[in-house]
């Protein structure tokens, strides 16, 4: 099965358990969440990063890297308006400049479209497992990774792109906003598969940041 694919990464939350601080923008090793997470997926066509217009900085020097895909920063209407609202929007953007008819997998876009969020430091070997978990069954349209506690993780997928537009559509805008992500998806045909240890923690509080060796910003 063609491996190519598109992003969606989604950095626009509130981070409230952060004190506001933006979650993509908290430095490990010298490189933002999401910059790490932007790494993590340069092997796809084209990227859309779905949050605010502080990151616009990431996603330059993302650009200057060497073979960078394309990559685009967009927003969900209204801002925080949920996680299957960010997809939207990411898709969206995604089409943008490409025709409005997404061709499946043609010259305007990739057959599958990953899904990530950007506050887990160890997504780097993600894509990878994604894409090989649509090797071991390419019958389904949806790509579910559990992780060691047995945790479905639906903001670390990898969907058809053309069944994720048909999801979409079922939806208004307005039902789209607060809608969780597993309902978006419930329909698709699935396949789960475990994951590697650690690949999908994410930074919820400091707490959780101490753990990577994430420090909190200077004032």
Do not use: N
């Not at 859309?48 to 200057?64: H, S, T």
């Not at 999801?167 to 789209?176: K, W």
């Not at 992500?181 to 923690?201: E, G, H, Q, S």
């Amino acid at each position: 099965m063609d491996r190519t694919f598109d992003a969606v990464v989604l950095a626009g939350g509130r981070s409230s358990r952060l004190s506001g601080t933006p979650k993509a923008l908290l430095r490990l090793d010298g490189k933002t969440l999401l910059l790490r997470t932007l790494e993590a997926v340069s092997g796809a066509r084209r990227i859309a990063v779905v949050g605010p217009g502080e990151l616009a900085g990431e996603l330059a020097a993302f650009r200057r890297g060497a073979d960078a895909p394309a990559v685009v920063l967009t927003r969900e209407d209204p801002p925080f308006a949920g996680p299957a609202a960010g997809i939207a929007a990411g898709v969206a953007a995604l089409d943008q400049g490409t025709g409005k008819e997404y061709d499946g997998g043609g010259a305007r876009g990739a057959g599958l479209t990953l899904i990530l969020a950007c506050d887990m430091p160890a997504a780097g070997r993600l894509p990878g497992q994604l894409l090989d978990a649509v090797a071991a069954d390419p019958s389904v349209r949806l790509w579910l990774p559990v992780d060691a506690g047995g945790r479905v993780q639906p903001l670390a997928c990898c969907a058809d792109s053309r069944a994720l537009r048909e999801a979409l559509a079922r939806f208004t805008a307005a039902e789209l906003q607060g809608l969780s992500v597993r309902k978006l998806i419930a329909d698709l045909p699935a396949a789960r598969f475990p994951l590697a240890a650690a690949a999908t923690d994410d930074v919820d509080t400091w707490e959780d940041a101490g753990r990577f060796g994430i420090e909190r910003p200077a004032p």
